[in-house]
């Protein structure tokens, strides 16, 4: 049974940081590209970032470019999002992605997602 988990959203200042994971099982990990995405109230869901299977080639959205940081450890099969310089504007739930292609689809997995809640 395929499951990703994802832990680690709250209340952060804005400036705060936070690191989120996405814990998986139930398929080979290393084979799948992970990727991240958000929705914020009344906004439809966007990409935020994505990483190969063996870490090498990461990808990211240009509003967080620079301030988030991708990241997996195919021996936990688990991947991160280090969020650092955290705005107002990142408040959203943030959802984890597993797919075997570049780009995830409602076809792919995703995780019931946590969320995030940026004050000013």
């Known amino acids: 049974q395929v499951q990703l988990v994802e832990s680690g959203g709250g209340l952060v200042q804005a400036g705060g940081s936070l690191r989120l994971s996405c814990a998986a099982s139930g398929f080979t990990f290393r084979n799948y590209y992970m990727s991240w995405f958000r929705r914020a109230p009344g906004k439809e869901r966007e990409f935020v970032a994505r990483i190969s299977g063996g870490g090498v080639n990461t990808n990211y959205a240009d509003s967080v470019k620079g301030r988030f940081t991708i990241s997996r450890d195919n021996a936990k099969n688990t991947a991160y999002l280090q969020m650092n310089s955290l705005k107002p504007g990142d408040t959203a739930v943030y959802y984890c992605?597993?797919?075997?292609?570049?780009?995830?689809?409602?076809?792919?997995?995703w995780g019931q997602g946590t969320q995030v809640t940026v004050s000013s």
């Open positions: 992605a597993a797919a075997r292609a570049f780009y995830a689809t409602e076809d792919d997995y």
